[in-house]
């Protein structure tokens, strides 16, 4: 018996953070989030965003949350 995760392909992270950095400000993008929810949203993207080198800049592709504040505060 195999785990469904077993069967999936492997991803290096530089592949896959960026997909889930553009998941979730897809999500912070939704006006209907609750404060938590976004709250929330804001601290994962923080975190992928440090492990990919981005802290402190921000690049021209990646939008503001949906509240306008600037995606490095949180």
Do not use: F
């Not at 530089?14 to 999500?27: F, H, K, S, T, Y």
Request: glycine share 6%; aromatic share 2%.
């Amino acid at each position: 018996m195999t785990t469904p995760y077993l069967n999936r392909p492997l991803l290096p992270l530089a592949v896959a953070l960026p997909l889930l950095l553009e998941n979730i400000e897809a999500e912070l993008a939704d006006e209907k989030l609750e404060a938590a929810d976004e709250q929330r949203l804001c601290r994962r993207a923080k975190l992928i965003r440090s492990l990919l080198g981005l802290s402190g800049r921000r690049p021209a592709s990646l939008p503001t949350g949906h509240s306008g504040r600037a995606w490095s505060e949180s």
